[in-house]
């Protein structure tokens, strides 16, 4: 192996002038096919909620559990496994989130009760709030800074493409059930969830095989720790060429042990708040309706149907072309946030969101199964997606991955994406609830303000990150006149 002299770049400017290379993309594709089985899992198991409601007569309280288990289990994972990874390193927690992933889903397409249910489903959210701080570190601390926004948002994605893979499971689940038992509504109560849950355990296999086909560990991580041949030949893998890291070129980082009281020092409390707060709120409104789009789409727009394979199966389509803007909504962020910055996006989003939930209120003063109600619940689902993942779905990821340093990256991604889950409990479980004694219009202006006020947030704390390398970064987060936007 080469040694570099001195006066040789550092791993950070060879790294930013590199090109993609082979294991930055394998090592994307692996994010990516976890961020899809989080976007999958979001979606699926809001076209199974009415068959499984039926099948095991849920009551509105079990709904609420089936629905938010998940979600509370990724805080649990995100919260706990976030510090884990940024003490055993990327590589060995990336192999602990694929195992979780195929034991849990299996689970749940298996599940022989309510209770049983609940807890494999906790289970995959364990594994999905893991991902969130794995996947971002890896991605950022892998990539050059002059693809790093696009790339994280990117991967990020494929949680859109994992949602759409969800809506047409659902469809076509339902629509061969019906074709195969057009007599009886009994097989398609007892089976058709268990079908569309399986899908889930054929990706997460994918994601496996795709996790065995590479190791690497990020050379930042063995950096932090100053741990340099480790380093040299992380760092030779990933950029593909002969390169020794030294401690004269690469300081070694103070060993600050990684914990949530460091979070919240005056050093970092700028960051915390930033990726934090505005997640949250928007994670109330982004979970509160997304998994539940199928039954609001079905309310507002098939109220009048009393069949109910006809009402799901329209609710379902609905919803899988409203799903369609999740997708374009992330490759304008993709298109758009080197141009317009991280902070101005996430704004943009915000408002677009709000606009989208008052369209969706608005609905409802329109006569039930109107051209012109179903016409509104439409418009308002495409703005509210689009914009959502425009800006802050995609943005707020991003950000999580990019306001701390490396020896904490993954404990800050995790808290922030911990937090965001809290937020998405509230939505899942305090939704329902809302909907009943308010009425779905109220409901949907109370998700439209908390998505202005994650907006105020945003401005107020901004960081700028657009085009720095990470080091860089880190400088401006702690400096308190620093509060420059794109």
Known sequence: MITSP??????????????????????????????????FDFFIIGVALPFLQRDFGLSATAIGAVATAAVAGSLVGSLTLGPITDRVGRQLM???????????????????????????????GVGIGA??????????????????????????????????????????????????????????????????????????????????????ESPRYYISRGEYNEASAAATQLLEMPLTITPEREPPVSAERPTYGILFSQAYRRSTILAAGPWFLQDIATYGVGIFTPAIIGLLAFAGE????????????????????LILGFISAILLIEKLGRIRLQVIGFIGMAIGLSILAASSGLPPGSQGEVGLVIVGFLVFNLLMNAGPNATTF????????????????????????AGAVLGTFVLPILQRTWGVPWMLCGLAGCCMVAAGLTLIYRIDTTGQSL?????????PDTLVTK
């Open 94 to 124: 990336l192999i602990v989130d694929v195992a979780i992933f195929v034991i849990a889903t299996a689970g749940t397409a298996l599940a022989w009760n309510a209770a049983s249910l609940i807890a494999f489903r906790f289970l995959v």
């Open 6 to 39: 001195a006066s040789a770049p550092s791993f950070e400017e060879r790294l930013d002038a590199a090109p993609i290379t082979r294991t930055m993309w394998l090592l994307w594709l692996l994010s990516a096919g976890l961020i899809a089985l989080d976007g």
């Open 471 to 479: 080091e860089t970064i880190q400088g401006s987060a702690v400096a």
């Open 131 to 216: 991902d969130y701080p794995i996947s971002v570190s890896y991605i950022t601390e892998n990539v050059p800074a002059r693809f790093r926004g696009r790339m994280v948002i990117g991967a990020f994605t494929f949680q859109a493409v994992g949602a759409l893979l969800g809506a047409v499971t659902g469809l076509v689940v339902i629509y061969l059930f019906r074709t195969l038992y057009p007599d009886t509504n009994t097989m398609v109560i007892q089976y058709a969830w268990r079908w569309m849950l399986a899908v889930g355990v054929v990706l997460a296999v994918l994601v496996a095989i795709v996790r065995l086909s590479f190791s690497l």
């Open 398 to 421: 991003l950000l999580s991955g990019e306001v701390f340093p490396t020896s904490m990256r993954a404990t800050g991604a995790g808290f922030a994406a911990a937090v965001a889950k």
């Open 306 to 325: 009393t069949d109910f394979m006809t009402r799901e199966m329209g609710s379902a389509q609905g919803a899988a072309v409203v799903d369609l803007f």
